[in-house]
């Protein structure tokens, strides 16, 4: 077999190889990729494996990054076998993606175990903030539903921020169906790294749905903005933001932004519970949030 002249050297190889290793059809690799919802066509695994074309958009950027998972190679495995600007469309996925200084998130990350991370599919995520009379952040509750993708994961990571470094990191407590494991702060940065440990690790194809709460203490931390970040897809993200009847914000925005940088605003009102809800469907890699005015 000969590789097209424009086809990085091994890229194929590679792939087919994994493939042939992994023993599944063409259309087996498709279904799994759908359930992660990521849409890539026969002809185009078929190409992409002999050579005939290779990923250059970045929706076929982010599915190779799938594409690695599903084969069960190591990341980057396929996405380093690129060109520079596939591999510049590749750091997207990492995980601290989307973060303001991504060199501080990968340190402070470095002290938990984020080896699953990659093997969560994404399947719901719902937030729900809590804004007091003070105009400041009290707490945010967060449930989220995931599945595993092969056998193993048995912990799931949360990254919090907050904006105000000179206030106290809010303490982290589980809900349901986790426990609290590793825990990493850098309060000059306003960073806290969390690990929430479920009760067992989960096995191929198994689901499990973790709650946990972030409670801040006084003085709050001033709240202005909400946001959640996505390296990988989600199916569903849900939103709420609940403003205290003695302080309601003079104006909000629904925020969108994409792997891209492109950013998106919406104007919204808030309900007769004095809240903002936002809904995203089959979202990411990007953020999704709100923004407000006093």
């Known amino acids: 077999m000969s590789l097209s002249p424009d086809t990085p050297p091994g890229f194929a190889d590679t792939l087919r190889e994994a493939v042939a290793a992994r023993g599944l059809s063409l259309e087996r690799i498709r279904d799994h990729l759908a359930r992660r919802g990521v849409s890539v066509s026969l002809a185009t695994l078929s190409y992409w494996q002999t050579g005939r074309s290779r990923p250059e958009r970045r929706a076929s950027l982010t599915a190779v990054g799938h594409l690695e998972e599903v084969l069960t190679l190591e990341p980057g495995a396929l996405s380093e076998l690129l060109g520079p600007a596939q591999r510049g469309g590749r750091r997207q996925s990492t995980i601290s993606a989307f973060w303001p200084v991504p060199s501080v998130i990968d340190d402070v990350v470095g002290g938990v175990d984020t080896r699953w991370d990659s093997r969560l599919t994404r399947i719901s995520q719902h937030d729900r903030v809590t804004v007091g009379p003070e105009r400041g952040e009290r707490s945010y509750v967060s449930r989220q539903v995931l599945r595993a993708e092969e056998d193993g994961p048995d912990r799931w990571v949360v990254i919090l921020h907050l904006d105000e470094h000179d206030r106290p990191l809010p303490s982290i407590r589980p809900l349901h169906n986790c426990r609290l494991g590793r825990v990493v702060t850098r309060p000059s940065e306003g960073l806290l790294v969390a690990e929430l440990m479920f009760r ?59 792997a891209d940088g492109a950013r998106q605003s919406f104007g919204v009102r808030l309900d007769e519970g004095n809240s903002v809800l936002g809904v995203a469907l089959k979202f990411g890699p990007g953020c999704y949030g709100f923004e407000w005015t006093w």
């Open 200 to 258: 067992a690790p989960l096995r191929r194809g198994q689901t499990v749905i973790t709650e946990h709460e972030l409670v801040n203490q006084a003085p709050y931390p001033p709240a202005t903005n909400y946001s959640r970040k996505f390296r990988r897809p989600v199916h569903e993200y849900v939103l709420e933001v609940t403003f205290d009847a003695l302080a309601l914000p003079r104006t909000c925005r629904r925020v969108v932004r994409d």
